[in-house]
């Protein structure tokens, strides 16, 4: 009853690849972004697809410390794909 997902949504989920939110702080930047812990994968930033462990999307963080981000969010709850704008920090 309403626990288990039908074919055509688990095709969509196994498609997503990106960074899972693990924890999102009260008042951190993923926090302000609007960002849902174990829900939410980030999976495109300023237009690059995340698909692999490569490292681009760590150095991205890294290179926009204190400047905005445009990145795209999957939520495996709604299965809806929404865009944010993320200001990394070091805090």
């Excluded at 990106?18 to 994968?41: C, I, M, N, Q, T």
């Amino acid at each position: 009853m309403g626990g288990s997902m039908s074919s055509p949504q688990l095709e969509i989920v196994s498609k997503e690849r990106g960074f899972r939110v693990h924890r999102v702080e009260p008042g951190s930047p993923g926090d302000v972004a609007g960002l849902s812990s174990v829900l939410d994968y980030i999976v495109v930033a300023n237009g690059v697809r995340l698909d692999h462990d490569d490292g681009t999307f760590v150095m991205m963080v890294q290179e926009h410390k204190g400047t905005e981000m445009r990145i795209c969010v999957f939520n495996t709850h709604t299965l809806c794909s929404r865009e944010t704008t993320l200001v990394p920090s070091d805090g």
